[in-house]
Structure formats: structure tokens, C-alpha cells
């Protein structure tokens, strides 16, 4: 386990970080979320606190973040390693764009799902799912809060 806190990493092993880390780890969780959502929206959409939609949230959230993630590995991350952060400040401002549209759709997780809260009565599938969506929420605004506030931050002070 690493013990050294990824905010201070250098830049390269930050970038490394991220990608092993963030990009793999979202890159695993949606698939699996996406398929017990919509098995729980299958068996349980009649039940009043059913999260009707989230599959569907959560395919739109997985192909936004691919894209994302897809600029980053092949445009941005590249430039940085290059040491051409002042130059990257376009496509950083795009991220962070990007990055508020994630926040929201994140908000959106929370509004369907009643804070990632099962109801009492919840099966098996549906408490493996809700707790599968608080890991991604949490490793989601880490990745975007070490991208933003030191990567990004640290590219355009170079």
C-alpha cells in the first residue's frame, strides 16, 4: 500500500496515480453498477423508493467519463508529462468544465437514491448496489479533487 499521500507525489507519479487508481478503478465499477441497477430496477420498480432511472444515469455517467478520461490519457496527461503545463491551460479548463458536469451528475445519483440510502426492506442486490455507488462517489470526487486542486493547479504554476 502506498503510504505517501498522492497530493504529494511528483507530477509523473501523480499522473500514474490517477490513471491506475481512478481511471482503471471507474473503468471497473460502472459496468458492475450499471448491471445491478438495472436488475434492481427490473425486480424491485414498483417499490416507491426503487431508484428508477439510475441505469440509465449511470450508462450516461460511464460514457461521459470515458470520453473525459480518453482527452486526458491522450491529449492532456501527454502535454504535462512533456512539461508544457502553461500551454495545457485550454484543455484544463475544459476538464474542469467537465468536471462540474460530473459533480452534477453525481447530485443527480444522490436525488435518485435517496442520499445512496436502501431502503429497511432492501435485498442483497440492491445494499451491494447502493454501497458499490458510495465507493464510486467517494473515488470520483477524490479523482476530481487531485486533478483539480493539485495537478491541475501545479500545471499552470510550471
Same mark, same amino acid.
Given at each position: 500500500?502506498?503510504?505517501?499521500? /498522492? ?16 481511471? *482503471? ?6 459496468? !458492475? ?30 460514457? !461521459? ?6 482527452? !486526458? ?14 500551454? *495545457? ?12 458536469? +460530473? ?7 444522490? *436525488? ?5 440510502? /436502501? ?17 464510486? +462517489? ?16 501545479? *500545471?499552470?504554476?510550471?
Amino acid at each position: 500500500m502506498n503510504t505517501i499521500a /498522492p497530493d504529494t507525489l511528483p507530477q509523473a507519479q501523480l499522473i500514474e496515480h490517477l490513471l491506475e487508481r481512478y481511471h *482503471a478503478r471507474h473503468r471497473e465499477q460502472l459496468p !458492475e453498477l450499471i448491471r445491478l441497477a438495472s436488475r434492481v430496477e427490473q425486480v424491485h420498480g414498483h417499490h416507491l423508493a426503487c431508484p428508477n432511472g439510475l441505469a440509465d444515469l449511470l450508462r450516461d455517467i460511464e460514457q !461521459e467519463l470515458e470520453g473525459h478520461m480518453l482527452k !486526458e490519457e491522450q491529449v492532456l496527461f501527454p502535454m504535462l508529462q512533456m512539461g508544457l503545463g502553461p500551454q *495545457a491551460a485550454p484543455p484544463i479548463q475544459v476538464m474542469r468544465l467537465e468536471h462540474e458536469q +460530473h459533480g452534477q451528475a453525481l447530485e443527480q445519483l444522490q *436525488a435518485l437514491t435517496n442520499h445512496i440510502q /436502501p431502503p429497511s426492506d432492501a435485498c442483497n442486490t440492491w445494499r451491494a448496489l447502493y454501497h458499490g455507488l458510495e465507493v464510486f +462517489h467517494g473515488d470520483l470526487l477524490e479523482h476530481i479533487h487531485l486533478e483539480n486542486d493539485v495537478l491541475f493547479v501545479r *500545471a499552470l504554476k510550471a
